[in-house]
DNA sequence: GCCAACGTTGGC
DNA sequence: GCCAACGTTGGC
C-alpha cells in the first residue's frame, strides 16, 4: 500500500501547471526539519496531493514519488534532501481549504494542525475524504 | 498589508 | 538550558 502526502507550493514560484508541463520536479528547497523527515519517509511509488498556498488555497492534483531521499543540490550545507515527484493527475474540482476546514473527517489535518509543514503525511481516510471532495 | 504562529538564532 | 529577538510562512 502506497502511503499518502502532502505538499505544498506557492503557485507563484511553482505551480501545478508549471509542474504538469515540466513532467516532473525536484522537490528541493525544504529547509525544515519536519518536512525533511517526511521527505525522507517518501517510497516511490506514494501518492502526493499538491496543494496550492497563498493563492488558491486548494488542493489542485495528485502527484506520485518518482525518486526517493537525496541530497539536495539546492542546499548550501550538507543534511538536506530532495524526491522527484512526478504528476498522476489533476483533480476534477479542486478542494479548497475551506472545504477541508468545513469537513468533520479532516479537522485533524496536518495541514490546518501545522499551518505552516510543507510537506506533511496523510492518513488513508484524510486522502480518501479529499478525493471524495473533489468528485 | 497585516498579523499570528512557529522555527531558528544568539545572548546570557 | 532558557528565552527574547528575529525571520518566514501563510491565512485573512
Redesign the pocket.
Given at each position: 500500500m502506497p502511503r499518502h502526502w502532502m505538499v505544498?507550493s506557492?503557485p507563484a514560484s511553482y505551480s501545478w501547471e508549471q509542474f504538469t508541463k515540466d513532467g516532473h520536479a525536484a522537490w528541493t528547497g525544504v529547509r525544515?526539519?519536519?518536512a525533511r523527515n517526511n521527505l525522507r519517509a517518501m517510497k516511490t511509488g506514494d501518492i502526493v496531493l499538491f496543494y496550492h498556498?497563498?493563492t488558491g488555497?486548494e488542493v489542485v492534483g495528485i502527484a506520485k514519488v518518482a525518486r526517493e531521499a537525496y541530497p539536495d543540490p539546492t542546499a548550501d550545507e550538507p543534511g538536506w534532501d530532495c524526491v522527484d515527484l512526478v504528476p498522476a493527475k489533476p483533480l476534477k474540482k479542486s478542494v479548497t481549504?475551506?472545504a477541508i476546514k468545513a469537513a468533520p473527517a479532516l479537522k485533524d489535518i496536518a495541514l490546518l494542525k501545522?499551518?505552516?509543514?510543507?510537506v506533511m503525511p496523510l492518513t488513508a481516510e484524510e486522502y480518501a475524504v479529499i478525493l471524495k471532495l473533489a468528485a
Open positions: 505544498k506557492e525544515n526539519f519536519q498556498s497563498v488555497k481549504l475551506a501545522q499551518s505552516r509543514l510543507s
